[in-house]
């Protein structure tokens, strides 16, 4: 199974702040990765799919970047409502592995 | 609007089986690959399978091979996520999620919680 590593897995900021989450293969996945954001108690939302490309009504401070092994989430300017859990999942190969999730908390 | 409406909660015991459906609407069931997701309380996602509502074909996480069924009835638009031999560990929140084109889960349903206890 492919394995996928976040960092960091807790992460402290403010309002406004830029913020960025790695998400690293254990072998290359080309650029079968997605991101999702879930909030406490719901389902998980699609952001991003396929590295790079916004999901429709996702707001444009999310993007979403990298190939093969090695990705990255950004969100430019951090708003109250994007404090969350973020998780990879990799589409590659089954099973369809996620990564281990990063909390986002407000400083 | 694309919606998934899971069953609702279960209480099962060990050794039991437990079938959570999914009933979708506002989509063309058949066109669409739906996969299934259970989050233990307090810990990620895991992924289980996926199912091709127009075939039935079916792919499973090895974790879980033999333990788990996925089916669908079409002239329901509803897929089903059958596990047995149930254990304590199987308690969690488990969500059908249809399948975009691009293979990501992009509709989610609201979740159904079992719970495995003596």
């Known amino acids: 199974d492919i394995q996928l590593t976040q960092s960091p897995s807790f992460l402290s900021a403010s309002v406004g702040d830029r913020v960025t989450i790695t998400c690293r293969a254990s072998?290359?996945?080309?650029?079968?990765l997605a991101w999702y954001q879930q909030k406490p108690g719901k389902a998980p939302k699609l952001l991003i799919y396929?590295?790079?490309t916004l999901q429709s009504g996702v707001p444009s401070r999310f993007s979403g970047s990298g190939s093969g092994t090695e990705f990255t989430l950004t969100i430019s300017s951090l708003q109250p409502e994007d404090f969350a859990t973020y998780y990879c999942?990799?589409?590659?190969?089954?099973?369809?592995?996620f990564g281990q999730g990063t909390r986002l908390e407000i400083k | 609007q694309v919606q998934l409406v899971q069953s609702g909660a279960e209480v099962k015991k060990p050794g039991a089986s437990v079938k959570v459906s999914c009933k979708a609407s506002?989509?063309?069931?058949?066109?669409?690959?739906m996969h299934w997701v259970r989050q233990a309380p307090g810990q990620g996602l895991e992924w289980m399978g996926r199912?091709?509502?127009?075939?039935?074909?079916?792919n499973y996480a090895q974790k879980f091979q033999g333990r788990v069924t996925m089916t669908r009835d079409t002239s329901i638009s509803t897929a089903y996520m059958e596990l047995s031999r149930l254990r304590s560990d199987d308690t969690a929140v488990y969500y059908c999620?249809?399948?975009?084109?691009?293979?990501?889960?992009?509709?989610w349903g609201q979740g159904t919680l079992v719970t495995v206890s003596s």
């Open positions: 396929a590295a790079s």
């Open positions: 999620a249809r399948a975009s084109t691009a293979m990501v889960q992009d509709y």
């Open positions: 199912i091709n509502p127009n075939s039935g074909g079916t």
């Open positions: 072998q290359g996945i080309s650029s079968y």
């Open positions: 506002g989509y063309t069931f058949t066109g669409y690959y």
């Open positions: 999942q990799q589409l590659n190969s089954y099973p369809c592995t």
